[in-house]
């Protein structure tokens, strides 16, 4: 919940007065959690616990905590974000269902948390990186120097076996060594980007697609090598479009991904999601004012260092032996992506049956039903993974609206991309 109230401004060089802003987030995530922090704010967190109980295959028992704006964050004129991680790392799915009425479909949210990595992963082989820094005017002040101290976090994460080349642009490409190579990420490597870093300024335009095609052809790819393009940038360009047809062609080059870190107060949050999907890679946002970066960054660099995904391939199958006429259908999003390190996968989806339905809301009137989950593990190896599911027959409210109008936002976030990737498709005929 959250109120404000406002109070008149004073004249005459006098600060000015905010509206008092109070805000108190519950957090009931429906599975074991560690405490939850704010990115930005000041806040104080404090752990209650729930009874309530439900028929759905979830148990809602789990501790919630309370996040609570503190009164001396004076000014919080900044997006208020709440992170958590679950205590449990293992990939077993959580399910959550709505159902309105028996005469309506149910709709299910399906998370799967991402494994340990280090237990899937034999030890990485070395890789080349392309880290691209933006320099634009658009990131003059705090987020260029955010975005610099985001790099050095990213390049010690590399081994000296590890290409490494760094441009930054605006208007104009250019590389820290006024080359095309690759170099070692030696200590001596590292250290002239840092005093490059140093001393960019921002200036000019953001010419995104122009940076990012030099990554990917200027800068070639090395024989037997994964390559990984890190683009650090707040995204502020007018024409998607090329930027989203130059994902295609990095998608065309076999052992090359597109990460993406926004930077800055006004990051197009939308392109870069939609780049880095594209690119077959991830993306983080670096909120500005975050008062510890490592965190994000660490996160970041996890993913980056892995150069792919953890499972590949996931199909979701849910069967029930006593009611074949249950069938779950409009999975989104679609098709199905790959699960990451340090990115749970959320799946909506809806379900029917079509003979018999019980409108009583009692035990009884449940569907006895599995849920398998498949997919292709990094070593090459088979993933599956099973999760018994009741399915209410009747109507059942487990997070009131929220996981209906949350299918029906990633059903139209599907259709949008449809539409976008037949738009690009005729604007590059023309």
């Known amino acids: 919940t959250a109120s404000s109230s406002s109070s008149s401004s004073g004249g005459g060089g006098q600060q000015q007065k905010l509206n008092d802003v109070t805000m ?44 609570q704006l503190n009164k001396k964050d004076k000014y919080p004129n900044r997006d208020f974000v709440v992170a958590y991680s679950v205590v449990d790392r293992g990939v077993a799915p959580m399910v959550y269902l709505q159902r309105r009425s028996s005469s309506h479909d149910g709709t299910f949210l399906v998370v799967l948390n991402p494994p340990d990595a280090s237990a899937l992963k034999a030890p990485r082989s070395p890789a080349d990186f392309v880290f691209v820094l933006d320099r634009s005017a658009s990131m003059r002040g705090a987020s260029l120097e955010q975005s610099r101290n985001a790099l050095k976090f990213l390049l010690e994460g590399l081994n000296e076996k590890d290409g490494v080349q760094v441009l930054s ?15 070692s990420a030696s200590a001596e490597t590292l250290a002239a980007i840092d005093t490059y870093g140093s001393q960019l300024s921002s200036r000019g335009g953001t010419e995104l697609e122009l940076a990012v095609y030099a990554a ?26 090329r930027a989203l047809q130059l994902c295609d062609d990095i ?30 890679g991830i993306s983080e946002i670096l909120l500005p004012g975050e008062k510890n970066i490592e965190q994000t960054c660490l996160r970041f660099r996890t993913r980056l260092l892995e150069n792919g995904p953890l499972i590949n391939n996931i199909n979701v199958q849910w069967k029930s032996a006593s009611r074949p006429d249950f069938k779950i259908h409009s999975i989104f999003p679609s098709p199905i992506p790959s699960l990451f390190s340090g990115q749970p996968l959320q799946l909506f989806g809806r379900f029917t049956t079509t003979t018999g339905d019980n409108t009583n809301n009692d035990d009884a009137s449940v569907i006895p039903s599995t849920i398998t989950i498949t997919g292709d593990l990094v070593d090459g190896s088979d993933f599956s993974i099973t999760k018994d599911v009741s399915v209410p027959l009747g109507t059942f409210e487990g997070f009131g609206s929220a996981v209906e109008r949350s299918w029906a ?18 604007l590059s005929r023309l």
């Open 24 to 67: 108190n987030v519950t957090v009931k995530a429906g599975v074991a959690i560690n405490p939850p922090r704010s990115l930005v704010h000041d806040v104080t967190v404090t752990k209650t616990s729930s009874s309530s109980s439900s028929s759905s295959s979830s148990s809602f028992d789990d501790d919630v905590y309370v996040v």
């Open 169 to 183: 642009f605006d208007h104009e490409v250019e590389s820290y060594n006024n080359s095309t190579e690759f170099s």
């Open 216 to 241: 990917l052809t200027s800068i070639k790819q090395r024989e037997g090598r994964e390559k990984a393009i890190c683009l650090i940038t707040d995204a502020a360009i007018a024409d998607h479009t």
């Open 251 to 280: 998608v065309k080059q076999e052992h090359t991904r597109l990460f993406i870190l926004g930077v800055g107060h006004s990051v197009d949050r939308l392109l870069v999601s939609k780049m880095s999907k594209k690119g077959m």
């Open 409 to 426: 936002r990633s059903r139209i976030d599907n259709l949008t991309e449809k539409i976008d990737d037949k738009h690009q498709t005729s």
